[in-house]
């Protein structure tokens, strides 16, 4: 299975943006899809994950009230829906699979694989 993330820009502090990611090949490889982001100089963080089976999503603390997950089955894509942007969101976005049935708020790393290649979203205060 290939991920592909994509949709970023720069916004204004209080705006939004919606990332898309493309899944192509075998996608029954995955129990899910995630979402994660690094900032400059930090450590990546979980942001949030689509849990294919029962269409459900779990987010992270930081994101939750303002970022949305949802699929569109027909487009084999997963969005993230991003809203009230702050500059603390600036970082680079990837999506990758989930491997595990397990732990799936927790946002484990580990726990994912075919990790796509980035985008980039500046939030500019």
């Known amino acids: 299975v290939q991920l592909q993330a994509s949709g970023g820009g720069l916004v204004q502090s209080g705006g939004s943006l919606r990332l898309s990611c493309a899944a192509s090949?075998?996608?029954?490889?995955?129990?899910?899809v995630g979402w994660f982001r690094q900032a400059p100089g930090k450590e990546r963080e979980f942001v949030g994950t689509?849990?294919?089976?029962?269409?459900?999503?779990y987010c992270a603390d930081s994101v939750k009230g303002r970022f949305t997950i949802s699929r569109d089955n027909d487009k084999n894509t997963v969005y993230l829906q991003m809203n009230s942007l702050t500059p603390e969101d600036t970082a680079v976005y990837y999506c990758?699979?989930?491997?595990?049935?397990?732990?799936w708020g927790h946002g484990r790393a580990v726990d994912y694989g075919f990790w796509g290649q980035g985008t980039q979203v500046t939030v500019s205060s």
């Open positions: 990758a699979g989930k491997r595990t049935t397990t732990n």
């Open positions: 689509f849990r294919w089976a029962v269409g459900r999503t």
């Open positions: 090949g075998r996608a029954d490889r995955t129990y899910g």
